[in-house]
């Protein structure tokens, strides 16, 4: 292959990353790093198929032997460089929808070097777009905005709730505009959009409240339950502009029970549109703080909005302690934690064998409450970990252990404390050290009975549900904590979704962080690792894929980071995910977009890997963005700033792409011309039976004779034309007719 006379310090060619890109039914742009080693160096690429790959590995031949090449005649040169320099060429030839493997052959004076073997996976000869499932688009928001559009995670003020129901057919959103009768707003608005049989509605959920009432630190509302039934909203801040020492202004909403001046939460009916105060009169009669110095903060709550945890220094239960500072005000370091329930407040911070509560402490995770609030775990001002129990007061769990997540019943609990991973069984232990090698990192989330757990230490990801078992080699930081990172594990614990910047399988992510779905041998679909981002075809990413973890609304009142974007379907046979990646031919844009995954077998996908297929439609200018999904991913809800709905004037919306979805846009009303372009005449004053009128649909109510005189002129004009036309062909004739 090469020529001439090498140094005495060069060696054979170095071969760096080899990746493809421009992958077409037909063609391909094949890439590597190559470094000459200070040597005249030549390459060629050589590709063949997969089934004709393994016919010669089996026939123990090279396995590219009978391969393409690219150059075909000649050699490519690279230089003589000491560097790495970045080889090319596009290469064709290929079969639609067939696998190819690929590498580089590199040789200088000192020898050949061959490329690590790649593969790729050409498209469909006729790509045609197609959204999977039979999903259809549906445009959410309403056309008219106020001139404004609809915001993302923290988009609105460092805020901004947007959430879909778990069964589907509705969803709730933030937008910086007012619209759809706003009875005066923040600066953040709340909407509710519902499906009907003819499209979504909108209805303006958002509290009355005075200018400057609210400060600009997200949106008012905190957080929905699962199905958008009831939405928990702070009802402002201290002072009509700035400052912190005068009474919230916003006056109680009529039949919510809340004392005037104090700061407080609001519990929305949405069916009703009842409000109701979680702290009235009732509450406020234990405290010696004033309005203009008392705060509360929502801490934590069930997903049903049955209970919700707040936390304050205020004294709001006969068993709890205040310290007061100034006269009217309490030290901020010394909180208390409550649970409210429909039965009121119970003081949660109340230590082993005590009947007072010791400030200091917080809920131990935004999650950590049993779906019925019988169990609460929190720890002190030392960092002691405890359960309290509903009637059984606080047990002592860990006297130096973080609460990492529990059971849904608050039955089984794990923390870490030293590195290790424990795993606690109430009410009163033991607990068992499920890493006794230690080196734990991070716990990526447990199933719901707790029987479960995903954690990550040094040498990888790993599953306990007895007995430990390997999973991945790596994840990412951002997949913990459970309560606020992007894991996702399902409610029986059989599958993992996670975030991971390593070469996890076959696919080369080459740095970018990709998706990857871990499903338990046995479960069906696509078991064991598969990367659900990664590009179908084998091209290199061009940047990360995501899924949305825990989103903070802003910094109002210490923000909770509570609910997580479904983008793990209920039967695990569905992922939600955003790509920078052109994943899919008709995705064009260069900009982020939204995909789903599908395991194998489901919706009829026949890869082992799973299938892609778009969410967004890949064109949008600024590309889209995965919201949320109902719980068996048949609502998937997405922002765009593309105009998919014709009407659709532009700006960012909220677009549904729902199974079996989509509304015939309006039919668009028929151009006039001329005298047509006037107004419909008034109808006849006596339009009775017998008056010798009639009503036409262009023209209003005209007489019978007049219709008669119409078509008396128009078939004697008729008869003009036919006979001046006979008599034209008859000349054309000789004049015979």
């Given amino acids: 292959m090469g020529a001439g006379a090498a140094s005495a310090s060069a060696a054979a060619p170095s071969v760096g990353d080899t990746w493809a890109t421009g992958v077409t039914a037909s063609v391909a742009v094949f890439h590597a790093e190559v470094n000459p080693n200070g040597a005249p160096t030549t390459y060629h690429f050589e590709y063949i198929d997969e089934a004709a790959y393994q016919a010669n590995v ?48 590199t040789e200088n004076p000192s020898g050949p070097t061959d490329g690590e073997t790649k593969r790729i996976v050409t498209q469909a000869s006729v790509s045609t777009f197609e959204l999977p499932d039979r999903r259809g688009w549906e445009m959410v928001s309403p056309i008219e905005k106020n001139g404004g559009e609809i915001q993302s995670f923290n988009g609105v003020f460092g805020g901004g709730v947007l959430q879909a129901a778990s069964g589907g057919g509705t969803v709730t959103y933030s937008s910086t505009s007012s619209f759809a009768a706003a009875g005066g707003a923040p600066g953040a608005s709340q909407y509710l959009g519902t499906r009907t049989s003819s499209g979504w509605t909108t209805q303006n959920i958002t509290l009355p409240m005075v200018a400057g009432g609210y400060s600009d630190d997200g949106a008012p509302y905190q957080l929905f339950s699962q199905d958008l039934a009831g939405g928990l909203v702070v009802n402002g801040d201290h ?34 549109g009842a409000y109701h105060a979680l702290l009235t009169d009732s509450e406020i009669a234990f405290t010696d703080v004033s309005p203009e110095n008392f705060d509360v903060i929502f801490a934590g709550a069930t997903s049903d909005l049955g209970r919700v945890v707040v936390s304050s220094c205020a004294a709001l239960t006969a068993d709890a302690t ?71 007061g606080s047990t002592l769990v860990s006297a130096a252990g973080v609460f990492q997540t529990a059971s849904a019943d608050g039955g089984v609990a794990f923390f870490t404390q030293g590195g290790h991973l424990y795993r606690y069984l109430a009410p009163s232990g033991p607990a068992t050290d499920l890493t006794p090698g230690g080196g734990v ?82 479960t069906g679909g696509s078991s064991g690792l598969v990367c659900v981002s990664c590009n179908p075809a084998g091209e290199r990413p061009q940047g990360d894929a995501s899924i949305p973890g825990a989103s903070a609304d802003g910094e109002f009142a210490g923000a909770t980071q509570l609910y997580k974007p479904r983008v793990l379907s209920e039967d695990g ?40 297929s778009p969410i ?57 011309i001329g005298d047509a372009c006037q107004a419909l005449p ?33 078939r004697s004009h008729h008869a003009k034309k036919l006979n001046h036309k006979h008599r034209g062909k008859g000349k054309s004739k000789g004049g015979r007719r």
């Fill in 573 to 612: 046979n569905h992922v939600f995910f955003d790509s920078a990646d052109g994943l899919l031919p008709k995705d064009t844009n260069g900009e982020r977009d939204v995909f789903e995954w599908e395991a194998f077998g489901s919706s009829g996908c026949g890869l082992e890997t799973g299938c892609i």
């Fill in 239 to 272: 002072c009509r502009t700035t400052g912190t020492d005068c009474p919230v202004p916003n006056p109680p909403l009529p039949g919510s029970g809340a004392p005037a001046g104090y700061l407080n939460y609001y519990l929305r009916d949405n069916q009703t």
């Fill in 322 to 392: 205040e310290a007061l500072v100034g006269g009217d005000a309490c030290d901020p370091t010394k909180q208390n934690v409550y649970l409210w329930s429909s039965t009121g407040l119970r003081l949660i911070n109340v230590l082993p064998g005590d009947s007072q509560g010791t400030p200091g402490s917080q809920l131990a995770a935004q999650d950590s409450v049993s779906d019925d609030g019988s169990r609460a775990y929190w720890t002190d001002s030392a960092g002691k970990l405890y359960l309290n129990q509903a009637g059984a």
């Fill in 682 to 714: 008034p109808k006849p004053e006596d339009p009775e039976p017998g008056t010798g009128f009639l009503t036409d649909e262009l023209n209003g109510a005209v007489h019978i004779k007049t219709l008669h005189r119409r078509h008396r002129r128009h």
């Fill in 441 to 522: 990192l991070g716990v990526l989330g447990a199933s719901e009975d707790g029987g479960v757990v995903y954690y990550l230490d040094g040498t990888g990801v790993h599953r306990w549900d007895g007995s430990t078992s390997s999973v991945a080699a790596d994840a990412d930081a951002g997949n913990y904590p459970p309560t606020t990172g992007t894991a996702r594990v399902s409610a029986d614990g059989s599958r993992l979704l996670f975030l991971s910047d390593e070469d996890l399988t076959e696919f080369d992510s080459f740095g970018a962080t990709q998706v990857y779905l871990y499903s338990e041998p046995g």
């Fill in 58 to 105: 089996e026939a123990a031949e090279d396995p590219f032997t009978g391969a393409l090449r690219y150059p075909v005649a000649v050699e490519a040169n690279i230089g003589v460089s000491n560097k790495f320099e970045e080889a090319v060429q596009h290469a064709g030839g290929m079969k639609p929808e067939t696998a190819y493997l690929y590498r580089i052959a």
């Fill in 616 to 672: 967004s439609s890949g064109r949008g200018k600024e590309g889209a963005s995965f919201v949320d999904s109902s719980l068996d991913g048949t609502d998937a809800f997405f922002l765009t700033d593309e105009s998919i709905f014709g009407p659709d004037p532009g700006g960012v919306d909220l677009y549904d792409a729902r199974v079996k979805g989509g509304f015939p846009e309006p039919t668009p009303p028929l151009a006039c």
